[in-house]
């Protein structure tokens, strides 16, 4: 299936799956820890709780729990997608994860021309830190991060989407003017990075780890030691991203859960 396509198939069932979830309500009191991690599961946890539980009770019951929402772009139980997943300690903070197995930035696969666009699909489901915050959070307040091979804690690839740090936000926004869609050292919220600016349009036909990768012949070869950011932000000429990367600290060091900026407290 070309890219163009599966595109479209995932835009209809995340449409599927958002008015499917509104009408069975919350499963997990906004800002509350999870008690759905698989026991003893370890760094297994993410794959096993959207595979056996989140998967199966989608295909077979039409309910996504314990995830928040299942995307796929078939019937079954085995059909290519991803799941939407309440971090497990709390707060205005979910996680995409692929319903197939994938390990994270290490993996060559996340280069893969005709793989999903999983940073879009996880932007675009940014409305569900409005549970927690208790309105619509604005976009320049939001990122999303995927964390280096060394600092992740699960072996299932994912990527965090949560509210900016308040520091991060105003780092951004005095970034912003200075953005080309050429790789430049910043420092945002203290911390060292690549970054970038990227379209609206930019980020739909754009796979974001093939342009960490274009960074530097060591970003392709060991993709793994790098981090990825995307974080909304509002250019003059209107709407767009500013993309970071690095093999410094890890991205999600920049996310907040408590979503203060928003005036989420916590």
């Known amino acids: 299936m070309n890219s163009p396509a599966r595109r479209a198939l995932f835009l209809l069932a995340a449409v599927t799956a958002a008015f499917a979830a509104a009408g069975r309500g919350t499963l997990h009191a906004p800002g509350e820890k999870s008690t759905d991690l ?43 997608g991803y799941a939407l997943l309440a971090d497990p300690d709390g707060g205005a903070h979910y996680l ?41 959070v604005p976009r320049s307040d939001v990122g999303v991060a995927v964390g280096t091979a060394a600092t992740r804690t699960q072996n299932q690839f994912h990527i ?29 919220g203290g911390f060292p990075f690549q970054a970038r600016s990227l379209s609206v349009q930019g980020l739909e036909v754009s796979n974001p780890f093939e342009l960490v990768a274009n960074l530097s ?31 410094g600290p890890s991205g999600d060091l920049l996310l907040d859960s408590t979503c203060t900026v928003a005036g989420g407290g916590g």
């Open 38 to 80: 698989a026991p003893n599961a370890g760094r297994d946890a993410y794959r096993q709780i959207v595979q056996d539980q989140c998967v199966l009770n989608w295909t077979q019951h039409n309910d996504p729990s314990p995830c928040e929402r299942v995307i796929l772009t078939g019937a079954h139980a085995d059909s290519f």
């Open 96 to 136: 995409l994860i692929p319903t197939q197995t994938m390990t994270g930035t290490d993996s060559s696969e996340l280069l893969d021309p005709n793989l999903p666009n999983y940073f879009a699909e996880a932007w675009r489901a940014r409305n569900l830190l409005a549970k927690f915050v208790g309105h619509e």
């Open 160 to 188: 965090h989407i949560a509210c900016l740090r308040q520091d991060v936000v105003d780092s951004l926004k005095q970034a912003a003017d200075k953005m080309t869609d050429a790789w430049s050292p910043v420092t945002v």
């Open 217 to 247: 012949q060591d970003a392709r070869h060991h993709l793994g030691n790098y981090t990825v950011v995307l974080a909304g932000v509002q250019y003059q000429s209107g709407p767009g991203f500013i993309m970071l990367t690095g093999n």
